[in-house]
């Protein structure tokens, strides 16, 4: 019997519901990954944004980090409120003292006790206790001083929300700037390589009739695989600029993003936009402003600490031999006075380490106020470069397209070698992607100045 040809019931042909009922489920396994693939939005630039104010992932972690700093601003309030705990204790012992002072607690003392015979071994005893016990700090000039630095700190976790929500921004504007700037290449050198096939058709013509050299038709060929090349690279690097924009909106990176928006140099921040002389006042600066600010607090702090301090305290306590009973009670109140006059150069040493990391801030924010004048500077400049490169672009384009018609025209007559056509071709088109450069760098320094400066 030949097994292949076996005429078994389970053969599919056999049975056509079970492959189409299989066909069906392998359908709708794939199907949402050819949804996902295939989803695309339309975007501007001002919805961009606004995706990533709301969903971008690095907002909300600066988010989550300002809420700690207020969580730990709110537990330095114990500085000035009271501190109040309930316990309930229960205890058994034969140990003669502790038996007679449970006695004196419970007032159940009585002539009897004072038999030294029971005094001495009184046999077990039970005490069961609730007391209410309460704190108040007064005067902790230290601590106060931290809660000074706390409160500082929390201000400057959220202005290092907005900073990096702005941060964000121009990181948007930076992926989205890409993402146009790219799909323009890919259309410029799109229209050069068919420009490059038709001359490398015409050179190819031309060389069958033995009025055109191999070499001339090799340089034709070699210009068109060349941008082919460039093409491709193009349209890698728009993929890239796709993902990481999806990325900084929180969204799934195999959606298709078609931008609306189109290189331009129309921005608020033009050439001779007037500059603070120092360092721009933005969210970044303040931040760590504050932060030099909270860390000389704590150096007051650490210097407080050798200082007395002066706290109260009062507790209410319910004594009895029964579980359940609450026979008698009793309280106490004070006040506490204390100073650490020495501790083992602990207070000096944290008094140190403080100033050290205090004088550590400041000359960080120094810097950093330097680094910011001077990128603000360098934005100033590139913004009025870019402005002049967009000028030139379009004097370079009108002169390169000239001679590239003209050149086109000679060579369809003979009278135009084929390398000098190229070269006017590849002027052309570096001309033309010299001018998305111009305009890509004109937003980018414009998005740069309103980072820097805040707006």
């Known amino acids: 019997m030949n097994y292949q040809e076996s005429t078994s019931p389970f053969t599919l042909h056999r049975w056509p519901g079970v492959t189409a009922l299989l066909l069906l489920i392998a359908a709708l396994l794939l199907m949402p990954k050819q949804l996902s693939a295939q989803q695309q939005l339309d975007l501007s630039l001002e919805q961009a944004l606004e995706l990533a104010a709301e969903s971008n992932r690095d907002i909300r972690m600066k988010q989550h980090e300002q809420q700690a700093a207020r969580a730990q601003f709110r537990q330095s309030n114990a500085v000035f409120l009271p501190s109040v705990s309930l316990e309930y204790q229960a205890l058994s012992t034969d140990d003669p003292l502790n038996v007679f002072g449970f006695k004196l607690k419970q007032q159940q003392v009585t002539a009897q006790d004072f038999d030294p015979t029971r005094l001495n071994d009184p046999g077990a005893y039970e005490n069961f206790s609730a007391r209410l016990m309460v704190q108040q700090p007064v005067f902790n000039p230290d601590m106060i001083q931290a809660r000074r630095a706390a409160r500082t700190q929390y201000e400057a976790a959220g202005y290092m929300v907005q900073g990096t929500a702005a941060m964000t921004a ?191 801030a400041r000359t960080g924010l120094e810097q950093f106020q330097h680094e910011q004048h001077t990128q603000l500077r360098q934005a100033a400049r590139a913004l009025e470069h870019a402005r002049d490169r967009i000028a030139l672009s379009e004097e370079a384009i009108a002169g390169a397209s000239e001679n590239a018609r003209i050149r086109a025209n000679r060579y369809a007559e003979g009278m135009e070698r084929t390398t000098d056509l190229l070269v006017a071709q590849t002027r052309l088109s570096e001309s033309q992607l010299q001018q998305l450069e111009a305009y890509f760098q004109f937003n980018m320094s414009a998005a740069a100045l309103e980072l820097l400066l805040g707006n």
């Open 170 to 360: 121009y990181r948007v504007k930076q992926a989205y700037f890409e993402l146009v700037l790219y799909r323009e290449v890919q259309q410029v050198l799109a229209e050069a390589v068919e420009t490059a096939k038709a001359y490398e058709t015409q050179a190819q013509n031309f060389f069958d009739e033995g009025m055109l050299s191999r070499e001339d038709l090799l340089a034709a060929r070699v210009h068109r695989l060349e941008l082919e090349n460039k093409l491709v690279k193009a349209a890698n690097d728009a993929d890239a600029a796709q993902e990481n924009l999806a990325l900084l909106l929180g969204m799934d990176s195999l959606t298709q993003i078609h931008t609306t928006d189109a290189l331009t140099d129309s921005s608020p921040m033009q050439p001779g936009t007037g500059l603070p002389e120092s360092a721009p006042d933005n969210a970044f600066v303040r931040s760590a402003s504050l932060q030099a600010d909270a860390a000389d607090q704590m150096v007051k702090s650490a210097a407080y600490s050798f200082l007395p301090r002066l706290n109260v305290f009062g507790s209410f306590e319910l004594n009895d031999n029964d579980p359940f009973g609450f026979g008698s009670s009793a309280y106490m109140i004070g006040a506490n006075l204390s100073w650490n006059l020495f501790s083992g150069m602990q207070q000096a040493g944290r008094y140190a380490e403080a100033s050290a990391r205090a004088r550590m």
